[in-house]
Structure formats: C-alpha cells, structure tokens
Nanobody
Framework: QVQLVESGGGLVQAGGSLRLSCAASGRTFSINIMGWFRQAPGKEREFVAATTWNGSRLYYVDSLKGRFTISRDNAKNTVYLEMNSLKPEDTAVYYC?????????????????WGQGTQVTVSS
C-alpha cells in the first residue's frame, strides 16, 4: 500500500503562485509514476502533470505548460506542483496519484493510489 497526503492549497489572488506538495509513504519503492490531477465543481477530474518516480520523464497537459511545474524529491518521498500566474479557472481540488505499473500518465483510471485532495481557490 501507498499513502499520499497533499498539502499547500489555499486562497490566492489571480496572478499569484502556490506550491502543492504530495508526501508518499508506505511501499514507495513500488511507485513508477506520480501524477497531479484536478477537479473543478461540476467537471471531470483532469490530468495536470506527471513524473516518473526517478524524474527521468515529465508529462504536462499542453494548456498548463509554462505555468505549472512538477518536480520530486526522492529523499523526502515528495512530489511538488509549482503553480504560477494562477487564474480563476485554475480553481479546483488538486489530487496527487501514484501508479505502480506502466501506463499512459494522463489516464486517471490507471492510477492505483490517490490522496484526499487539496483545495486551490484563485480569486479574480
């Protein structure tokens, strides 16, 4: 089992920045990919970014490239999502997820473990 705990969400004005953290514990040696997803009210959960556990490959949804950056610190078993130039449409609950096998990192159905989510609210 892998446990994931997100933190770092909050209320920020448009144009501001936030850094989300996702701390993994348990059988972290089994993790292959870590991803970030988000879900706005009334919308489906959508892919934001992902990284292989060793950081060799990064993946982003095209619409967020240049504003969002995923990174990881293996020594801390933590993955980060740096979000800059935030917009009101970035308001959502942000979830991190972990997958132990090979997968299309944008496919939320293939992830094995999920965190509880952290709310990000961007005011205009």
């Amino acid at each position: 089992q892998v446990q994931l705990v997100e933190s770092g969400g909050g209320l920020v004005q448009a144009g501001g920045s936030l850094r989300l953290s996702c701390a993994a514990s348990g059988r972290t040696f089994s993790i292959n990919i870590m991803g970030w997803f988000r879900q706005a009210p009334g919308k489906e959960r959508e892919f934001v970014a992902a990284t292989t556990w060793n950081g060799s490959r990064l993946y982003y949804v095209d619409s967020l490239k240049g504003r969002f950056t995923i990174s990881r610190d293996n020594a801390k078993n933590t993955v980060y999502l740096e979000m800059n130039s935030l917009k009101p449409e970035d308001t959502a609950v942000y979830y991190c997820a972990a997958a132990v096998g090979s997968l299309n990192p944008t496919d939320r159905g293939r992830y094995d473990y999920w965190g509880q989510g952290t709310q990000v609210t961007v005011s205009s």
